[in-house]
Nanobody, 123 residues
């Protein structure tokens, strides 16, 4: 079983930056990982994903140019650098792992999830 633990969330003013981290432990066969977020009263949505095979990256249109996903496979670490944050970025952010080599936006493709970290952006 894979355990994923996120950290780095917090309260920041609009225009500010945060860097989220996710560390994986346990028996992992992850070939790609992603970040998702869920705002109050809304469905969980895709943010960004990365493949450990080839390094392919994909982003949601709403975060392109502001967020950067990266990872360190050897350290089982996944990161999300978030710049120019907006109030609409406020949500609980989750990391997730998938056995698929090609990163995907589909939630059901991710088998393991972290507990989430809260990001709040004030206007």
């Amino acid at each position: 079983q894979v355990q994923l633990v996120e950290s780095g969330g917090g309260l920041v003013q609009a225009g500010g930056s945060l860097r989220l981290s996710c560390v994986a432990s346990g028996r992992t066969f992850s070939r790609s990982m992603g970040w998702f977020r869920q705002a109050p009263g809304k469905e969980r949505e895709f943010v960004a994903a990365i493949s450990w095979i080839g390094g392919s990256l994909i982003y949601a249109d709403s975060v392109k140019g502001r967020f950067t996903i990266s990872g360190d496979y050897a350290k089982s670490g996944l990161y999300l650098q978030m710049n120019n944050l907006k109030p609409e970025d406020t949500a609980v952010y989750y990391c997730a792992s998938s056995v698929l080599m090609t990163p995907t936006t589909a939630l059901h493709s991710y088998a393991d999830w972290g507990q989430g970290t809260q990001v709040t952006v004030s206007s």
